[in-house]
């Protein structure tokens, strides 16, 4: 049922489905998941380390008694957002310099 799909998305574009074909080895997709992850984690250990720091205190009087979750999370998604347009600037100038390279 979904072969059909596939069938007409792969006709319509042939060379999208060679490229992605001989781009997506195991070896590579286990490279970008392992770094994914570990980026991942290292941000999220960097803010938990912070996650009751004066930025996300909530304050009665003199103690800080809770923490704002909601400024924590913004963080870490404003983090998230520069990490990914830096990687996909990063990716686009190396495979055009690499296209480059070939010609």
Request: proline share 2%; charged share 15%; net charge neutral.
């Amino acid at each position: 049922m979904l072969s059909k799909p596939l069938d007409n998305l792969f006709n319509w574009n042939p060379q999208l489905f060679r490229e992605i074909k001989g781009r997506l080895k195991t070896r590579n997709v286990a490279i970008a998941i392992s770094a994914s992850l570990l980026c991942q984690f290292l941000v999220m250990m960097t803010f938990d380390g912070a996650a009751h720091s004066h930025r996300y205190c909530i304050y009665t009087e003199e103690d800080c008694t809770g923490t704002l979750w909601s400024y924590w999370w913004a963080d870490i998604f404003v983090t998230f957002s520069w990490i990914l347009f830096a990687l996909t600037l990063l990716g686009g100038i190396y495979m055009l310099v690499a296209d480059l390279a070939k010609e």
